[in-house]
């Protein structure tokens, strides 16, 4: 029994199963020890009842584990589960959210190949595609995320994947991804949706038209601040592709990861309720503070895109980003001032952060690059977490009160 791939395999029918149910018990295998939470698999190799059970395994035509860099059961239940959620055919699990874009791009992108990656992505996600993927002969361009004619002008007859963040950090930034799917298939070319800032509790990229979602788990599936994780979901025949690149290369999720995000997706709907609408009353009151020049968050009728963001997203997210009167010093004065939000440039945490995006994630730009990217130095970004309302808004008060 112990060596079955599926010897618990609940038989439970979730195939009508609705979402929230998914989340809480989809992918779940029961071991013979009839555990009723998920069993977290710390074992790093499997053992075989006999040489030829072993030769069987190696050669494929037997199923059931090897090794974890192959195939791991927790980690399995975590790719089963975030797959239900999303409606992907399969996902694949891995070791942090740029893992998850490095096996994406490893695996479906070929010298020759070229990549439109919007202009507002995740740092480290330009990093790799200008210091690594060129070097290999991969190109790449950065259309404006939200300029689907910049995107359609962008192609070329060897453009293969376009890849976006919506909504962006820090502006809050969206496209429409359904258009946009339309024209990367127009010229032939996929469309990944990084789709960390929503989960697919507010936005589901795959049903919208996307073909890929990726994911850094580190935010707010595991949404309390705890490890490293991502996923890349979409089509089998794609997924394929990246489980080969990843047993390969080695880039693997950590079991004790994936059970930390099991338990995660199982709450996550309630948490991104529960940050959505603090993230709301932060927005709605700093938007009615002299001291606040703008306040970026598509929840608000201000935003320009808050028609496309009701539509597209079943909430709003928890990233809230304002700028201040008075440039630097007084965006520095108000994070400063903080006595008990975090000062870290992370997100998707229960506790509230605060950053200043131009000295930090987009510190190494040049300040036209930043311009462009229409990061001031009065911008202040805040990912709003679970504490109560009241106490976030006090110790943003504070700060301003001395603007
Ligand atoms: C954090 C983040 C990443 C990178 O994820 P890691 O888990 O830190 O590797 C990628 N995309 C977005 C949108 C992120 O916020």
Redesign the pocket.
Known sequence: MLNEWDAGRLDSDLSEAGADTLAVRAGQYRSPEAEHSEALFLSSSYVFRSAADAAARFAGEQPGNVYSRYTNPTVRTFEERIAAMEGAEQAVATA??????LAMVMSLCSAGDHVLVSRS??G??ISLFDKYFKRFGVEVDYPPLADLDAWAAACKPNTKLFIV?SPS?PLAELVDIAALAQVAHAHGALLAV?N??CTPVLQKPLALGADIV?H????YIDGQGRC???VVAGPAKLMQEVVGFLRTAGPTLSPFNAWLFIKGLETLKVRMQAHCASAQAIAEWLEQQPQVERVYYAGLPSHPQHELAKRQQSGFGAVVSFEVKGGKANAWKVIDATRMISITTN??DTKTTIAHPASTSHGRLSPEARAAAGISDSLIRVAVGLEDVDDIRNDLARGLALI
């Open positions: 942090s959210g740029m893992a998850a874009i992505v995740f480290s996600t963040e950090n990084d960390c800032f990726i850094s788990a580190t935010k490293l994780g991502g997100l998707g």
